[in-house]
């Protein structure tokens, strides 16, 4: 089971981005997926998060601006990011916790995975 994220870029403050994360492998269920975030010289937060049955967190520098829609098909969950702020320049991490998955033959618990990040600049 692994988890990709990508979408990041560079954008102008007031703009949008979407992030995806996608996670990969013969995966039955995932119970919550959150996006974490770590700017340059800080600690890693937690941005949003969604459970299995859509309900969802956000830290109160995100409310009104970002939205974690997430799509159980594909195994996928974004982050669609609007209003933009340099503050808001970090490289972001998607999470999953309890990924049930299985080989074909027998069925698998894994807690916790990450993707590899992916950076975010507001800039002008």
């Known amino acids: 089971v692994q988890l990709q994220a990508f979408g990041g870029g560079l954008v102008q403050p007031g703009g949008s981005l979407r992030l995806s994360c996608a996670a990969s492998?013969?995966?039955?269920?995932?119970?919550?997926m959150t996006w974490y975030r770590q700017a340059p010289g800080k600690q890693r937060e937690l941005v949003a998060g969604i459970g299995s049955e859509g309900g969802t967190k956000y830290v109160d520098p995100v409310k009104g601006r970002f939205t974690i829609p997430r799509d159980n098909a594909k195994n996928s969950v974004y982050l669609q990011m609007s209003s933009l702020k340099p503050e808001d320049t970090a490289v972001y991490y998607c999470?999953?916790?309890?990924?049930?998955?299985?080989?074909?033959?027998?069925?698998?618990?894994?807690?916790?995975?990450w993707g590899q990040g992916t950076l975010v600049t507001v800039s002008s």
């Open positions: 492998g013969n995966i039955l269920s995932i119970n919550s």
């Open positions: 999470n999953a916790d309890r990924i049930r998955y299985s080989d074909g033959y027998l069925g698998y618990t894994k807690r916790n995975a």
